[in-house]
């Protein structure tokens, strides 16, 4: 396996999580609402994951436990926001506090444990194909199921009309609800969807990424992927080109303390976050201020019969 | 059959003092379930958790101690939120702060110095969390940058040049390669108020912050402005108040405020620089600030109940062999019901059949 390949398959794994999780918000915020306990979710979804897959012995159980982790808590936060009306950055904030302290409790018996990463899938003849092959063929099923997202979210939101609908009640939460949609109802489903990918990105973490769990593992990727739901204008492909760019950032900084420059470690390491910065002002200066936010995004609902 | 919200007519005082106190006995019966379900005893738990501390005047003392750099930053975020203005990043101002602070405290080891270092290391530990603070405000006033996520990510920033400085250029040469910084002198201690146990001048710092803050917030212009942009932004344009120098303002003086935090806990609770400075206190105070009502004195309260959590849970860790995480799961917990009882203010909830709606 030559560098150039290894550095795009590390790429890919890296970007994986981030593109799951953004997709997820994306649709959540699209029928707007904004969930800022990604990060919650998402380390609950990777401990879950791992304690169920270490307790059944199957990998795929773990998948669904990380799954329904993520919704769980995100159904904590749809209570709060939809059912309650409270404030939706507090509720997330309070989500991902929360989250990070109730993985580090479940996780606490499971530390120091280690489990067999998740396999490549391995497609004869299509991963024989030199190079492209080993890029596009010998991935984990977590990247397909990454990519399906990405087609499924997009047709899904601009292509049915249910989509359709979802996108109005983030637009204009009253006329959808006098035209009849149960904007609510369409928001929870949302909100569950979104905790569902942030639950599934976790998984990736502790079964197919790394070995085993760790306390706060999610270091901020929860956080990032917020940021690419804002750098990807709300635009699913856009979300994946966000994602990937990330990830290579990832990689780039492990890459360049591996061989040894002459930067110190930590400045490296604090690059993903500065980039994530630098894209966040690149991108409001490219769109002049103006923003592409759905219109009600972190309004709350109250029908008014 | 269904729930309604109703929005109230009015919000009256007693609600408003009485639904942080039904968020925290729902706190306590949660953590009680909590404790059940990890098979523990939920009363000797609780009772671990919330009594235990105030047994001698030693814990207590600790409580002030801890309570110190979460107020101090809860009542400044409690100025940004009552203005819009979304500081997540006070954990990330505390550690500049620190920073700051222990740069002045290391440049006068060992050289002829006075009474002077520790005012002069809180001055530069304001300095520090003030401009760290400034990044996201400019970042929102000048190109329309999502101040959330800014000030969180400069979180990771500071948290790994801290670790950098403390592993490299600012290591302890005696320290036996330890990642940490030479102790402080006396002088770049901040003041004990008593012969035994530690608490320390930062405590006045506190309580003078805290009514500075509810006089600013009650009495004056400033902080009607700072309502006014926060409730009717509109109205505020009308009326010739600047909202984007507001900004600026509120992060500037939450960041002053998390770095005199930073100071304290370095110069009265550790006495040098670690990699790892702050458990996490420029988070609780996001918490502290909602459950002091976004109030000053709130705060206090809130504050100080907060601390008692940490203290509780450093007690819990030891005495049960509970994992510290669950002090931030119970800060979750407290949070969500303070969320919760809010809307309970605002609204009425109505129980109506489905033949009615």
Not at chain 1, 76 to 101: D, E, H, K, P, R
Not at chain 2, 27 to 46: E, Q, R
Request: net charge neutral.
């Amino acid at each position: 396996m030559t560098l150039l390949e290894a550095i795009i398959l590390t790429v890919i794994t890296a970007s994986t999580p981030l593109l799951i999780a953004a997709l997820g918000e994306l649709v959540v915020e699209k029928a707007g609402v904004l969930n800022l306990g990604v990060e919650g979710m998402m380390i609950m979804g990777a401990a879950c994951g791992f304690a169920v897959a270490i307790l059944t012995g199957n990998t795929w159980l773990g998948v669904i436990g990380a799954i329904l982790a993520g919704a769980v808590l995100a159904s904590v936060f749809a209570l709060l926001t939809l059912g309650l009306a409270a404030n939706q950055v507090a509720s997330g904030l309070a989500l991902s506090i929360f989250g990070l302290g109730l993985s580090g409790v479940i996780g606490a018996s499971f530390v120091g444990l280690q489990r067999e990463v998740m396999p490549k899938l391995f497609i004869p003849g299509l991963s024989d194909i030199p190079f492209l092959g080993r890029i596009l063929f010998n991935q984990d099923p977590f990247v397909y199921a990454s990519l399906a997202l990405l087609a499924g979210v997009w047709w899904f939101l601009f292509r049915t009309r249910a989509g359709l609908v979802l996108r109005a009640c983030g637009e204009n939460h009253t006329s959808a609800h006098a035209l009849g949609y149960p904007v609510l109802r369409i928001r929870l489903l949302a909100v569950l969807f979104g905790g569902a990918c942030a639950g599934l990105a976790g998984a990736y973490l502790s079964l197919a990424y790394t070995p085993f769990w760790s306390p706060g593992m999610t270091a901020g990727r929860g956080w990032i992927a917020l940021a690419i739901v804002v750098f990807a204008s709300w635009l699913p492909w856009r979300a994946a080109l966000g994602a990937y760019l990330f990830g290579g950032v990832t990689i780039l900084q492990l890459h360049a303390q591996g061989a040894g420059l002459a930067v110190p470690s930590q400045f490296l390491a604090a690059l993903p976050y500065l980039v994530t910065i630098v894209v966040l002002v690149l991108i409001m200066r490219a769109r002049s201020g103006a923003s592409a936010a759905p219109a009600h995004l972190g309004t709350p609902f109250v029908p008014d019969r | 059959m269904r729930i309604v919200l109703e929005k109230r007519d009015d919000t009256s005082a007693f609600a408003a003092v009485l639904s942080p106190v039904i968020a925290v006995l729902l706190t306590l019966v949660a953590g009680a379930i909590m404790f059940a379900l990890m098979g523990k005893d939920p009363l000797a738990a609780l009772s671990t958790y919330f009594l235990s501390p105030l047994q001698d005047w030693g814990s207590i003392q600790e409580i002030f101690v801890a309570a110190t750099p979460i107020v101090l930053i809860a009542v400044g975020l409690s100025l940004c939120y009552l203005s819009n203005n979304w500081n997540i990043g006070a954990e990330g101002q505390l550690v500049m702060g620190a920073i700051f602070g222990g740069f002045v405290a290391i440049v006068t080891h060992g050289v002829p110095n006075g009474p002077w270092v520790f005012p002069v290391m809180l001055l530069a530990g304001m300095l520090g969390g003030a401009l760290f603070g400034l990044v996201p405000a400019v970042l929102k006033t000048r190109f329309g940058a999502n101040e959330i996520l800014t000030s969180l990510m400069l979180v990771y920033v500071a948290e790994l040049l801290l670790d950098w400085l403390v592993r490299g250029p600012w290591r302890d040469p005696h320290g036996f390669n330890f990642p940490q910084s030479v102790m402080f002198e006396p002088e770049a201690l901040a003041l004990r108020l008593v012969e035994t146990g530690r608490l320390h001048v930062g405590a006045l710092l506190m309580l003078v912050v805290v009514i500075a803050g509810a006089v600013v917030m009650g009495r004056t212009l400033k902080g009607f402005e700072v309502r006014l942009v926060g409730e009717a932004p509109r109205a505020a344009r009308f009326a010739g108040f600047d909202d984007k120098r507001l900004t600026l303002t509120v992060f500037a003086l939450s960041g002053a405020l998390a770095g005199i935090a930073g100071v304290l806990v370095v110069s009265a609770q550790i006495g040098q620089l670690q990699p790892t400075i702050s458990p996490g206190y420029g988070f609780t105070a996001i918490i502290v600030a909602f459950l002091g009502r976004l109030n000053p004195i709130g705060c206090l309260v809130a504050g100080l109940f907060l601390a008692l959590t940490f203290i509780g849970g450093e007690n819990a860790q030891i005495f049960l062999r509970l994992p510290l995480d669950v002090t931030r799961v119970f800060q979750g917990f407290l949070l969500f019901f303070v969320l919760a009882c809010d809307t309970l203010m605002l609204y009425r909830i109505r129980i109506e059949r489905e033949a009615a709606a």
